[in-house]
């Protein structure tokens, strides 16, 4: 599933900004919307425990790939303002609600010793897929003369005949913990939320505009945004499993410490750098410090009651989304007078994501959740 996941995305988004720029003449404005509409999901994705109550988990998984291979295959056949907006919502209900089952599904299925590890696997499994598409991307164009149109519906029908495979291939897999079937926040989670929430601001800069950069300011085409993919997802291939089997063994509060230091560094760096060269190694380097966020993931499984893994999972990923809905919007805006100030405050985001990931104490579980700040009873609202 990680792999038709990332097939269909990875063709979604390596051509998303040669696609509006060349096709739908965007402006940062303009990105910047549609960013916040593809996170307008996300932002939904709390109702994921509703449709629970009526579908299993791993079913659910099963129809959001879908959801994601449709939207993707049908991209190109929409070049405007409006129908860009449309799809992009579609492809994106699709990936989000995905994502949601995924980590509940993982952090049921994984043990607390082996989730680290896991998850690592899952990340460098994912980056193969993508290696399969940016090697094909940096053909499609130049060599094999395919349309836009033909490289989102090879992508799309991709995932949706991985997913048929799945469907039918595997069993059903059932989790030992029965899961909550209805929306609660404890307060004893809140660091988690917080690391959450700031974790989904933070990324937008560079989800929306580190890429934008690359092609707006230095003129990547697709051949060059593929190739940059490329190195990435090596780099993730090689390293994430390691990287979770480092965070396993280093703890939570270091391996935090240790990527947002990384990313103060690397979004200062993208508002002053004049180099192509020197901008493309940033985003690599960008790009293999946010393998470092499984940290939040394990550390929330190890202080979280088992059967909250999958009302909390939609309750996280729509927290991790509310800065997602307005910053891509308001960032854009800010984008067309100065964007050095947009990488200036993705710094700061990563500032307080430090400060907040120094609470994490060094043996994190049930009772001990964070170093200052504890709470005294246990309470769920919902």
Known sequence: ?????????????????????????????????????????????????????????????YLSLALLGIGVAIAGYFPSVVGLY??????????HYFETVKQSLSLQWLSIDEAPKVLGQLIAAGSMASLLVYGFLMLAQDQFGLTYQAIYLIGGN????????????????????????HLLMRKRYWLYYALTFMGGARRQIFVVFAGFLMVEKFGYSVSDVAA????????NWAFAGRIGALVGRIGERRALTFEYCGL????????????????????????LFFSLAIAIKTYFQKIADPADMAS?????????????????????????????TVFLLGAVMAAISLILARNIPRDPREGNEVVLGKVSSITATG
Not at 163 to 172: G, Y
Request: charged fraction near 10%; glycine fraction near 6%; aromatic fraction near 16%.
């Open 312 to 340: 909390t999972a939609g309750v996280a990923f729509t927290i991790n989304h509310i800065a997602a809905v307005f910053i891509p919007a308001l960032f854009g805006l800010i984008w067309l007078v100065s964007p050095m």
């Open 228 to 235: 940059l993919y490329l190195v990435n997802h090596l780099f």
């Open 264 to 287: 103060i560094c690397v979004f200062t760096a993208y508002a002053f750098v004049d180099n192509a060269y020197w901008a493309a190694g940033l985003y690599v380097l960008d790009h």
């Open 1 to 61: 599933m990680t792999v038709a996941m990332t097939l269909a995305f990875a063709t979604w988004m390596a051509l998303l900004n040669n696609f509006v720029i060349e096709k739908a003449s965007f402006s940062g404005a303009e990105i910047g919307m549609l960013q916040s509409i593809r996170e307008i999901p996300g932002f939904l994705a709390f109702t994921a425990v509703l449709v629970l109550l009526i579908i299993k988990e791993q079913s659910f998984a």
């Open 86 to 95: 449309l799809t992009t919502f579609l492809m994106s209900v699709g990936f």
């Open 158 to 181: 991709i995932c949706l005949g991985l997913t048929l495979f799945a469907w039918l291939a595997f069993p059903r897999f059932e989790s030992t913990t029965t899961q909550r079937k």
